[in-house]
């Protein structure tokens, strides 16, 4: 899903208590957004916001202490040729940090060619750093999983199969076991980063968990605050499915660990078949504890090739 372009009216008021910064001129156009086709072209969040530059338009424009001094440390008619370089990068917002007065005509340019200029007390090392986790999330993009997620173990992991195979009762027993329920039914995912996919519960679903015969359970409410999670990086999907299907679709002992590719980036992924008498919440452990072991680099299926190997060469598997 492409994720919706956003207003320097919404970065101001999602950090006026953090920021604490002023809206002192361009207040003519609060809905100024960021350019689509330069935040198509952003390898990360990264290239949306930064120092003073005159070589990248369309991004943040970040003027601390050092930039300040820089504009002010020249005569009226450079100081006019630098500020309306600036200008003519249109950047959706300008930010003056580091409690740092802005030149007048700075203030003046900003107003006529009605680009937001706000101005905080913060650091402009910590300023970058907020602005541009906060557009990192609002343009990454995302996807909405059917299943439960959950930190297991400190796993972020997404329960996965087909409707009526009990996953969120499952996940009503691993969170009597002490793990944490982040989202029931619908999981926004996030690819966050180039190798990171983080999950979140859409807002409506949040702390809910629905299982049939009995309805929606709010788990925060009924198993305290440690229970549930805001969100987690996925970093395993475990799929149910029938007895039957798993004889005929997948392999007892897979040679190579499977994995679903979800917003272009491959997730480790274990099958797990239904069956009466199972214990799935212990083959979910399990299959997290194996999993971290390989995240560690431990493999165990390869170790017992191995072992087969060396025993071949022996003569024999005593």
């Not at 320097?8 to 350019?35: K, N, Q, V, Y």
């Not at 926004?188 to 409506?204: H, K, M, V």
């Not at 299959?287 to 017992?304: H, K, P, S």
Request: glycine fraction near 8%; charged fraction near 25%; hydrophobic fraction near 45%.
């Amino acid at each position: 899903m492409k994720p919706t372009s956003i207003s320097a009216e919404a970065l101001f008021e999602a950090h006026r208590e953090a920021m604490r910064w002023e809206w002192i001129a361009g207040h003519a156009h609060p809905d100024r957004r960021f350019d689509d086709a330069a935040v198509r072209d952003a390898r990360s969040a990264a290239d949306l916001v930064g120092y003073l530059n005159y070589i990248h338009p369309y991004r943040v424009q970040i003027v601390g202490r050092r930039e300040v001094a820089y504009l002010l440390a020249s005569a009226p008619d450079d100081q006019e040729r630098r500020i309306s370089r600036i200008v003519t990068l249109e950047p959706p917002v300008i930010i003056v940090a580091d409690d740092q007065v802005p030149p007048d005509r700075l203030v003046a340019m900003c107003d006529r060619a009605e680009i937001p200029l706000f101005v905080t007390q913060q650091s402009a090392g910590h300023v970058i750093d907020v602005v541009r986790g906060y557009l990192g999330q609002h343009f990454a993009e995302r996807v909405t999983r059917h299943g439960v997620f959950m930190d297991i173990l400190g796993l972020g992991v997404l329960l996965t199969g087909e409707s009526g195979l009990g996953k969120s009762e499952l996940g009503l027993e691993l969170i009597s076991r002490g793990h944490g329920l982040v989202a029931d039914d619908a999981v926004d995912i996030f690819r966050i980063s180039q190798t990171a996919l983080e999950g979140r519960c859409p807002a409506l679903l949040q702390n809910l968990l629905e299982v049939r015969g009995i309805g929606l359970l709010d788990i925060k409410a009924i198993f305290g605050e440690t229970a549930v999670r805001r969100k987690m990086r996925l970093k395993l999907i475990v799929h149910l499915v029938r007895k039957e299907t798993m004889e005929r679709e997948f392999e007892r002992l897979p040679y190579e660990p499977l994995n679903e590719e979800v917003l272009g980036l491959p997730v480790r992924k274990v099958v797990i078949a239904v069956d009466a008498g199972r214990n799935l919440a212990v083959l979910v452990e399990a299959a997290v504890r194996n999993t971290v072991l390989q995240l560690r680099g431990i493999d165990t299926y390869q170790e017992f090739i191995k072992r087969h190997q060396a025993a071949m060469e022996r003569g024999g598997l005593d």
